[in-house]
C-alpha cells in the first residue's frame, strides 16, 4: 500500500494490499478498497463504499456513500457519481440514498455521469460525456445524454459487430473470444483468456 502525505485516510477504512492513493485524495473511515487499486489525485470515498481488486479511478472522482464497484473497474478523469435522485440544499434526504452498483470489468471514461439508483453490467462501456439514467446490460457501450446502447464491447475493449437488438454472433478481433447475442442479451460464449 501507497499513501501519497497530502492524502487524507481517515482510520477505520480498509485499503488491501497494493493499492496506491495519490495527491490530495480523500478516503472517509468507514470505506472498504481491495487490492491493487489505484486512487489518482484529487479523488474522494464516502464511507458506504465498497471497492474490488485491481480498479482504477482517474483524477477527481468522487464516491460517493452507497456506490459499490466491483473489480476491475476503470473510472475516468472527472467522471460523476451521485447518490440523492432529487438533491435540493435545503431538504436533507440522506436517508434516500439510492445504491449504485458498477459491475466486474465496466468502463466508466471521462467526464460520464452515473445517476444514482442504475447497476452498470459487466464489461460495459460507457462513453466519454454519457449520463447514464438507466441499467446499462453487460458488454452494453452507452453514449449520449441521455446514455443509449449504441453497440456491444468486448471484454478487451474491442467493438463487437453485433445488432442492437435480436440475435447474433461476434467474435472480438483481438482476443478471437466469441459473443453471443441472444433476445438482446449478450454474452460470452467461449473463454479464450483468464
Known amino acids: 500500500m501507497e499513501i501519497h502525505p497530502t492524502a487524507i485516510v481517515d482510520k477505520g477504512a480498509t485499503i488491501g494490499n497494493g493499492s496506491r492513493i495519490w495527491h490530495f485524495s ?3 473511515a468507514g470505506a472498504c478498497i481491495g487490492d491493487n487499486c489505484s486512487l489518482g489525485q484529487n479523488v474522494y470515498v464516502g464511507n458506504e463504499v465498497v471497492i474490488g481488486n485491481n480498479v482504477k479511478i482517474q483524477n477527481n472522482v468522487s464516491v460517493y456513500d452507497a456506490v459499490t464497484i466491483e473489480s476491475d473497474v476503470f473510472c475516468g478523469p472527472s467522471m460523476v457519481f451521485t447518490n440523492v435522485y432529487n438533491p435540493r440544499s435545503e431538504v436533507a434526504r440522506k436517508d434516500q440514498y439510492r445504491k449504485t452498483l458498477i459491475r466486474r470489468g ?3 471514461c471521462a467526464n460520464a455521469t452515473i445517476i444514482c439508483g ?3 453490467g459487466k464489461y460495459a462501456f460507457v462513453a466519454a460525456g454519457a449520463v447514464v439514467n438507466r441499467d ?10 441521455p446514455g443509449r446502447k449504441i453497440g456491444w464491447m468486448s471484454r478487451y475493449g474491442e467493438r463487437l459487430d453485433l445488432p442492437l437488438a435480436g440475435n447474433g454472433e461476434a467474435v472480438c478481433p483481438h482476443t478471437g473470444e466469441q459473443y453471443v447475442l441472444q433476445d438482446g442479451v449478450c454474452t ?5 483468456i483468464q
Do not use: N, Y
Open 136 to 145: 446499462v446490460p453487460d458488454f452494453a457501450l452507452v453514449a449520449g445524454v
Open 188 to 192: 460470452l460464449f467461449e473463454k479464450s
Open 118 to 120: 442504475v447497476t452498470v
Open 106 to 108: 465496466a468502463t466508466l
Open 26 to 28: 480523500h478516503v472517509c
